[in-house]
């Protein structure tokens, strides 16, 4: 059983592109969330959704950001127009309605 | 959100017991105690979960007070490999799985040989 998938591992965009992550679950994990590492810092909360639908979003910038999951398919975080700050490790996570279990995270540098 | 307290840092030689202390005063009746470990450019890695008294498994123990307003993770005969941050979380989890967990900075746990 393959663990949760990520891609791509690096990311480099420039200032105003957009950037989108991409998460596969464990197989018969139906529950996702996305969380975004800073330097030296813990792991925040983004958002958590399952299949269609998003549960909560408190984490998660008003602007330039969405998530999705649809029904078939991965998990997609986006990223509109990116600036320096967004420039981080992000974590997708899943689960099955047990702990969750992450993947390797994708590491946006925005030049 | 129960907010938690931990060490920032920690250093251990190979072979010893590490214990990691980690306050939770607001723990809630339904909240969960979990811990995970990160090693650079990872993501974080299940250790171990408990409610209350004591859980053990092939990788850690963690024990939990009565009060639950704490808990610690113990790590035996730790070795190099066991360097990384440790998160100690605490978050609900009902039965659809709707856990928002909140990572503090962690412990930074370096074994020195």
């Known amino acids: 059983n393959a663990g949760v998938m990520q891609n791509p591992r690096h990311l480099v965009r420039r200032r105003g592109q957009e950037a989108r992550l991409r998460c596969s679950p464990m197989k018969g994990h139906s529950h996702v969330y996305w969380y975004r590492q800073l330097p030296e810092e813990g792991l925040k909360f983004m958002v958590y959704?399952?299949?269609?639908?998003?549960?909560?979003e408190s984490g998660m910038p008003k602007e330039r950001f969405s998530a999705e999951f649809p029904k078939e398919g991965p998990s997609i975080l986006r990223i509109q127009q990116v600036v320096r700050g967004d420039s981080a490790a992000y974590f997708c996570?899943?689960?099955?309605?047990?702990?969750?279990?992450f993947g390797p995270g994708t590491r946006l540098t925005v030049l | 959100l129960a907010k938690t307290t931990q060490p920032i840092s920690m250093d251990s030689y190979e072979g010893q017991e590490v214990n990691i202390t980690c306050s939770h005063n607001n723990i809630a009746t339904n909240d969960y105690i979990t811990w995970y470990q990160q090693f650079p450019s990872q993501g974080p890695r299940f250790i171990i979960q408990?409610?209350?008294t004591k859980v053990t498994n092939e990788v850690a123990s963690l024990f939990i007070p009565a009060d639950r307003k704490s808990s610690t993770l113990s790590l035996p005969r730790v070795s190099l490999s066991d360097t990384a941050v440790y998160y100690c979380?605490?978050?609900?989890?009902?039965?659809?799985?709707?856990?928002?967990?909140?990572f503090g900075t962690g412990t930074r746990l370096t074994v020195i040989p």
């Open positions: 996570a899943s689960s099955y309605g047990g702990g969750q279990f």
């Open positions: 408990g409610y209350k």
């Open positions: 979380l605490v978050g609900d989890e009902d039965q659809t799985g709707a856990n928002n967990l909140f």
């Open positions: 959704l399952q299949k269609e639908n998003i549960i909560d």
